[in-house]
């Protein structure tokens, strides 16, 4: 289940320009228990549609979140100026882009229409971050390999809000 919108194969190129098109960017919101996300179209350099309110309790997590999504877009792009990766690098980091970019439109579609609610808990997004805390990588083998190793822990049950208490002792 943690895995289950990891994609199994690389975006088509078209599919590919099209998501990296987009950039997200988190900015502070004149209301205390919120932030606004504003979406700019790299292509046409400009602001698409009205910002998304996002729930404060999201800020430090979107902001890392879309900071690696956007290193991701940047590596892949750097390899058609000259940057030599794997072949096997790339499909990974074109995974992880599709991959991303669905994490964060789940997160913000949902915060659109839950706008004004400072409650608001995207459980898709929360899995990503467990699942990045405990495990480190998305890909359904890895993800399997770790579920594997730590019998004890079912990802799925593991509450957000838990995260790093026992490591930060």
Same mark, same amino acid.
């Given at each position: 289940?943690?895995? !289950?919108?990891?994609? =199994?194969?690389?975006? %088509?190129? $078209?599919? !590919?320009? !099209?998501?990296?098109? /987009?950039?997200? =960017?988190?900015?502070?919101?004149?209301?205390?228990?919120?932030?606004?996300?504003? /979406?700019?179209?790299?292509? @046409?350099?400009?602001? +698409?549609?009205?910002?998304?309110? @996002?729930?404060?309790?999201?800020?430090?997590? +979107?902001?890392?979140?879309?900071? *690696?999504?956007?290193?991701?877009?940047?590596?892949?792009?750097?390899?058609?100026?000259?940057? $030599?990766?794997?072949?096997?690098?790339? %499909?990974?980091? $074109?995974?992880?882009?599709?991959?991303?970019?669905? /994490?964060?439109?789940?997160? +913000?579609?949902?915060?659109? *229409? *839950?706008?004004?609610?400072?409650?608001? *808990?995207?459980?898709?997004?929360?899995?990503?971050?467990?699942?990045?805390?405990? @495990?480190?990588?998305?890909?359904?083998?890895?993800?399997? %390999?770790?579920?594997?190793?730590?019998?004890?822990?079912?990802?799925? =049950?593991?509450? /957000?809000?838990?995260?790093?208490? =026992? %490591?930060?002792?």
């Amino acid at each position: 289940m943690t895995d !289950l919108f990891f994609p =199994c194969h690389a975006p %088509s190129a $078209k599919e !590919l320009r !099209l998501i990296m098109s /987009i950039r997200y =960017c988190p900015m502070e919101s004149p209301h205390a228990e919120f932030f606004d996300v504003a /979406i700019y179209g790299s292509e @046409v350099d400009r602001l +698409l549609g009205t910002p998304i309110t @996002v729930p404060k309790y999201y800020w430090e997590h +979107l902001r890392r979140f879309l900071w *690696r999504h956007h290193v991701y877009m940047q590596l892949y792009a750097s390899t058609s100026s000259g940057v $030599k990766l794997p072949a096997s690098v790339r %499909s990974v980091i $074109k995974l992880y882009i599709q991959y991303m970019d669905g /994490i964060a439109e789940g997160l +913000l579609t949902t915060a659109g *229409r *839950r706008r004004g609610d400072p409650g608001y *808990r995207s459980y898709l997004f929360n899995m990503y971050l467990v699942v990045d805390f405990h @495990v480190g990588r998305h890909e359904h083998h890895v993800v399997s %390999s770790w579920a594997a190793e730590h019998p004890d822990i079912i990802i799925e =049950c593991v509450d /957000i809000d838990t995260i790093g208490k =026992c %490591s930060a002792v």
